[in-house]
């Protein structure tokens, strides 16, 4: 991008999978930076930086970095992917206070912290730089060295799983405005009361409008069913979403899948749960974070209960062995990374290497399964899982 000190490249600090792909690529890029002799400027998008940002601790780097983009001397190389679940706030102010920064509460400061939540990053640095496409030769390359896959076998029992109504896509009403109008959204609950959501939406001639939503009804009804049928069949249910990005949505389903597998631990202690300010939609590992304000004695009895559930109940994937972290337990597998490994592994568990597992990848939105298809190139390994396990179905 062009600054008061000429061309300056921006390397923006990320986290997790895409810092770890950013250290192997830095020693690379630093040979030709080096030899062209241009600036380079580090941008700090972390969510400990963003939170450290809002607080007057640093500076707000993606605000300028959101600034630089809708300039005509900005080129976006490549767009960083950074997205934020509430668990993992609250994990990030507990690690900044060890370092000695004071930071108040969630729940003391909520509006200001649920503003770093989600996909904040990505709407902000696409402004004027949408086009998303990988370089020709970069292209051509893994297309001639495509990624490894596992061998299913036909007598697979891995399946893939969605809602057939009631889901976004079965509810999804479009209209295209014939004149400029000020428009809101309000929700209508079955006693007909009104509840405007949001007002002063403007739009001009040709704007289109789309609306849709969900029927948790059906939804909680596709995961009793669903983890039901998992029970029966001796296979292993996961539940893939884009939690981190869409936490007023796939948050809430996390929520009622949680809800819908331990149905016997929120019938028998519901009223304890609501007192330890448990949000289900924040995971398991949120809901074990908060029953440590209760006695010790129901401490005990929820945990044992959860114990229960796990050991009568199909298993749940393990998706950090390093942890033991599995599948519920908080919104941090995104859909089109995690269906993609699994496909990959061809039922092979990445907790136990030899161990073979069968799966039911669980996917609430039918919109989903298009848009993993339609959103990846064809040497992506959903590719395959859609050639392969679709005709199961």
């Known amino acids: 991008m062009t600054t008061e000190h000429g061309m300056v490249l921006a390397r923006t600090l990320v986290e997790e999978s895409p810092a770890a792909a950013q250290k192997f690529f830095d020693p690379l890029a630093d040979i030709f930076l080096e ?30 970095l959101g600034d630089a983009v809708k300039k005509p001397g900005t080129m976006v190389l490549k767009l960083p992917n950074v997205s934020a679940t509430v668990p993992q706030v609250m994990q990030a102010i507990k690690d900044l206070r060890a370092q000695g920064f004071e930071l108040p509460d969630y729940n003391d400061a909520k509006e200001k912290y649920d503003g770093l939540v989600g996909s904040i990053v990505n709407p902000v640095l696409r402004q004027g730089n949408s086009e998303r496409f990988p370089h020709a030769s970069i292209k051509a390359y893994t297309q001639k060295h495509p990624h490894a896959m596992g061998t299913w076998s036909p007598d697979s029992k891995t399946r893939v799983v969605h809602m057939d109504g009631g889901d976004f896509k079965s509810s999804e009403q479009s209209v295209t405005m014939d004149a400029a109008k000020t428009l809101h959204i309000e929700f209508i609950d079955g006693d007909k009361n009104v509840t405007r959501l949001k007002t002063g939406i403007k739009t001009t001639p040709g704007s289109i409008i789309d609306a849709a939503f969900m029927n948790r009804t059906a939804l909680r009804e596709f995961y009793d069913n669903q983890f039901a049928a998992a029970d029966r069949d001796g296979i292993m249910p996961s539940i893939h979403l884009k939690a981190t990005m869409m936490t007023k949505t796939d948050g809430e389903f996390l929520g009622d899948a949680i809800q819908s597998y331990y149905a016997d631990l929120f019938e028998t202690f519901g009223d304890e749960l609501k007192a330890a300010g448990v949000e289900p939609k924040n995971g398991m590992n949120a809901l074990r974070d908060s029953i440590k304000t209760l006695p010790a004695e129901t401490q005990g009895l929820i945990h044992d209960e959860i114990a229960r ?57 039918e919109l989903f399964n298009y848009t993993i298809d339609t959103h990846h190139t064809s040497h992506y390994a959903v590719g395959k899982l859609f050639a392969d396990a679709r005709p199961r179905l």
């Open 309 to 365: 559930i796990e050991t009568e109940r199909a298993d749940l994937p393990v998706i950090d062995p390093a942890t033991g972290k599995k599948n519920l337990d908080d919104g941090s597998m995104i859909i089109d990374i995690s269906m993609a490994n699994l496909v990959r592994w061809a039922e092979m568990s990445g907790q136990d290497i030899g161990q073979l597992m069968t799966y039911k990848y669980g996917i609430p939105q």
């Open 35 to 64: 030899s062209a002799m241009l600036r380079v400027d580090d941008f700090d998008i972390t969510l400990s930086g963003r939170i450290l940002a809002a607080f007057g601790y640093g500076p707000d780097d993606l605000s300028r």
